[in-house]
């Protein structure tokens, strides 16, 4: 971690507190004046703890449809069959394309 307390932007100077504060404008939409605003007088325990509770709020919703998705084996299953199909497609016109550019006589 960066050695002074202060949460402010500078990629050199504060490397770790900088990658935070890029990472919480992203999830906030606020700029990194905002960010900086925010946090002025505040330690790295309320940035940080801010960070995660708001990464972890982001994610939330990615979390709950990953869980959904475990759940239904049945849709899985069709999905990676379809694509499965879709892939050996491209893969086999790739090949194609690879044995004809290397000279490999086709059967």
């Given at each position: 971690t960066d050695s002074d307390m202060a949460v402010y932007h500078n990629r050199?100077?504060?490397?770790?507190?900088?990658?935070?504060?890029?990472i919480y404008s992203c999830a906030t939409g606020k700029s990194l004046e905002e960010v900086?605003?925010?946090?002025d007088?505040?330690?790295?325990?309320?940035?940080?703890?801010?960070?995660?509770?708001?990464?972890?709020?982001?994610?939330?919703p990615v979390q709950n449809e990953y869980h959904r998705l475990l759940g239904e084996k049945a849709y899985l299953e069709?999905?990676?069959?379809?694509?499965?199909?879709?892939?050996s497609q491209i893969a086999w016109r790739?090949?194609?394309?690879?044995?004809?550019?290397v000279g490999f006589v086709t059967v």
């Open positions: 050199e100077e504060k490397p770790g507190v900088s990658n935070l504060m890029e900086t605003r925010e946090f007088g505040k330690g790295y325990g309320d940035f940080k703890l801010a960070v995660g509770e708001t990464v972890a709020d982001t994610l939330l069709q999905i990676m069959h379809v694509h499965a199909e879709k892939a790739t090949l194609s394309k690879v044995r004809k550019k």
